[in-house]
């Protein structure tokens, strides 16, 4: 009898759940819908619906500042996830292929700082650093913000690569070592084909945070150098048009095609044993 009223024991069941559930979700996505309905309005009016329209679509494709911002968006983050992807994967070789040493835990607690550290509190430290290195080198170029992103996204290129190498029978690395392949060549054809798909996701991860990042790109970033994330914040301040939503629902759509194509690699990688 208990283990059947274990079995039966849903939390759906419990009185409140399912409207506390209903009302969390609304709060959440409700906003959301609302920016992509209203992306489609012909109107001026962010609160009018004034008929179905592409219009602002349009607006936005011609805007010679959103093309530019979305060029340099695109390139720093595809900057930022290579060099934090590289890093990442390094440092989680490092922790996942060696035996237990003193201090490896607070090497894993310093590798995913940046998650547990408030963001406002890295950009500050980023723009003290860039600041100093500003001024003794005359440099102002994007080269900082690619290195910004790049240190804020390196947690989020480890987790899943870690995550991959520790889901990993050693076996094969065993035996290649066996049979005299060098580190470098079992690194090379066994474990990296192996762990390619913690790398991707763990990239794509890194690629969306880098995007879609706001205050480290406001603190770091000298003048013109604005990301589509920035320009979005400036055209707030000023005045409030569906472009602004078309835009965002433009970088919604290639936000959730980038988190939907890592957590199916994920899912693959976590249902197939090597």
């Known amino acids: 009898m208990a283990e059947r009223s274990r079995k039966a024991f849903s939390v759906r069941h419990l ?7 209903l009302a969390c979700f609304a709060a959440l996505y409700a906003p959301i819908v609302i920016i992509v309905i209203y992306s489609f309005n012909a ?17 936005a494709a011609e805007n010679e500042l959103v093309q530019e911002a979305t060029l340099r968006s695109l390139v720093i983050a595809l900057w930022a996830s290579g060099i934090s992807t590289a890093l990442a994967t390094m440092a989680a ?20 700082q940046p998650l547990m550290v408030p963001e406002i509190v890295t950009a500050v430290a980023l723009l003290i ?7 003794a080198t005359g440099y102002s170029g994007l080269g900082y913000l690619i290195l910004a992103h790049s240190a804020f996204c390196v947690p989020f290129a480890y987790l899943p690569i870690r ?3 520790e889901g990993m029978d050693r076996t094969l690395e065993i035996a290649a070592a066996d049979l005299y ?10 474990t990296l084909p192996l762990v390619a798909p913690g790398i991707v996701a763990g990239a794509m991860l890194a690629f969306v945070i880098s995007l879609d990042d706001v205050i480290i790109t ?16 400036g055209q707030l301040r000023r005045a409030v048009t569906p472009e602004v939503n078309a835009i965002s629902t433009a970088l919604l759509g290639l936000t959730i ?15 197939k044993k090597p």
Do not use: C, H
């Open 129 to 135: 650093f860039f600041a100093s290195i500003k001024v």
């Open 93 to 112: 070789l490092g922790t996942t292929r060696t035996a237990k040493f003193p201090g490896s835990t607070f090497i894993y607690v310093m590798i995913n």
């Open 218 to 233: 406001e603190f770091v970033k000298s003048a013109g150098q604005d990301t589509l994330p920035t320009y979005m914040l």
């Open 163 to 165: 995550a991959r190498l």
């Open 15 to 21: 009185p409140g759940v399912t409207p506390v559930t």
């Open 257 to 271: 095609l980038l988190l939907t194509a890592f957590f199916l690699l994920t899912g693959r990688g976590n249902d």
């Open 181 to 190: 392949a060098t580190p470098w060549q079992t690194f090379r054809r066994v």
């Open 43 to 59: 109107g001026d009016s962010v609160a009018l619906w004034q008929g179905f329209s592409f219009r602002w679509y349009a607006i």
